[in-house]
C-alpha cells in the first residue's frame, strides 16, 4: 500500500515505527512483538535510518521481513546526511526493488560530535530536496515528511518551521507524521496554523507511550518536546517502581490518543520503540474508526 492511500475520508491510518536491532537477540524480540503489533492490521510500518547511512542495510533487512512475514507495507526512513545524489538513488532503487512503497524523507540530525548540519559534496542540504529527488524520479513512492508541533530546536521560530514544512510538502510530500508531544493543544494550534498556510496533506500525530520516567526525560530533552507537569508529577509518584510507571503512562497515552482521534485526527503514527505491549494496551482501550 502506497501511504496515501491510508488517509482520508472514511479512513483513520495506523502505523508504527521501529529502530534496526543492534544484535541478533534484539531482532528475534523486535519480531516477537512486531507479531504482537501486526494484529492491529497497520496500514504500514516505518524503520529508522542510522546517522549518516550506518544502519542502510539493516534498515531495509527489517523492512523486507516485516513486509514478507506480515503482508503489511512497509516505509524506509531515508536522510541526506552523509550521502551524495547518486548514493541517494541507489538507496532508493535498492528499497523497490525490496518491496518499499514509501519513503519517510528526513534532511536528517547532524552526525554524532558535530554540532550543525553540513551537507556532503554532492549531497543535499534540505529535507524538501530529498522530498523532490524521490518525487521527481520516484513517483510511485508514498512520502512522508516531519512536522514539529513544538518546533523544531534549530528554527528560529514556529512560523519559521512551518515555511519549511510547506516547502517539503509542496516539493510532494503526501503525509506529515509529527514528532512525539504530550500536550495535545500544541498539535490542535499546530494543525490550524498548517491549514491557514495552505498545507493540506493529512497531519498524523506522532506518540510515544510513556513507561519509564528517566527515560522519556531523556528522550523529550533531545527534540524539545515538553512534559505536562500534572503528568511529571504522577510519574514520580510512583518512585522507583516500573511497573507503577509504566500503568501510568499507558494510561495518560489512551486519553491523549482518544482526544485526538476524537478531534479528528487523519490516523496516528506510534513511536513503539521495540516494543509492543504499551501501545497494544493502548489500542486495546481506544475506539478507533476503523
Avoid at 31 to 52: K, M, N, R, S, W
Avoid at 143 to 151: L, M, S
Amino acid at each position: 500500500m502506497n501511504l496515501r492511500h491510508a488517509y482520508g475520508p472514511g479512513k483513520f491510518g495506523l502505523s508504527f515505527e521501529l529502530f534496526p536491532p543492534k544484535t541478533p537477540t534484539g531482532e528475534t524480540e523486535l519480531f516477537q512483538h512486531v507479531a504482537e503489533l501486526a494484529a492491529f492490521c497497520p496500514d504500514y510500518i516505518t524503520c529508522t535510518y542510522g546517522a549518516g547511512g550506518s544502519t542502510r542495510g539493516k534498515t531495509l533487512e527489517v523492512i523486507e521481513r516485516v513486509r514478507r512475514e506480515f503482508g503489511t507495507a512497509v516505509a524506509s526512513h531515508l536522510t541526506c546526511v552523509g550521502s551524495t545524489v547518486e548514493e541517494l538513488r541507489d538507496y532508493l532503487c535498492e528499497a523497490e526493488r525490496r518491496g518499499v512503497t514509501n519513503i519517510v524523507a528526513l534532511r536528517g540530525d547532524p552526525p554524532k560530535g558535530e554540532t550543525s548540519f553540513q551537507a556532503v559534496a554532492g549531497g543535499l542540504r534540505f529535507a524538501n530536496e530529498l522530498v523532490a529527488l524521490v518525487r521527481g524520479e520516484f513517483p510511485q513512492l508514498g512520502i512522508a515528511v516531519a512536522g514539529y508541533p513544538e518546533k523544531h530546536l534549530e528554527a528560529p521560530s514556529l512560523d519559521v518551521d512551518l515555511v519549511n514544512l510547506k516547502r517539503k510538502v509542496d516539493a510532494g510530500a503526501d503525509v506529515v507524521l509529527t514528532q512525539l508531544f504530550y500536550v495535545n493543544a500544541d498539535f490542535f494550534r499546530f494543525r490550524e496554523q498548517c491549514e491557514r498556510l495552505g498545507i493540506r496533506t493529512p497531519l498524523v500525530p506522532g506518540v510515544l507511550p510513556v513507561t519509564n520516567l528517566a527515560q522519556i526525560k531523556r528522550i523529550t530533552s533531545l527534540c524539545g518536546a515538553k512534559l505536562p507537569a500534572e503528568f511529571t508529577a504522577a510519574l514520580e509518584a510512583c518512585g522507583d517502581s516500573v511497573e507503577a510507571q509504566f500503568e501510568v503512562g499507558v494510561e495518560f497515552a489512551a486519553r491523549q490518543v482518544q482526544e485526538l482521534v476524537d478531534a479528528g485526527a487523519a490516523g496516528v503514527h506510534f513511536y513503539v520503540l521495540n516494543k509492543s505491549t504499551a501501545t497494544s494496551r493502548v489500542l486495546r482501550a481506544l475506539k478507533l474508526p476503523r
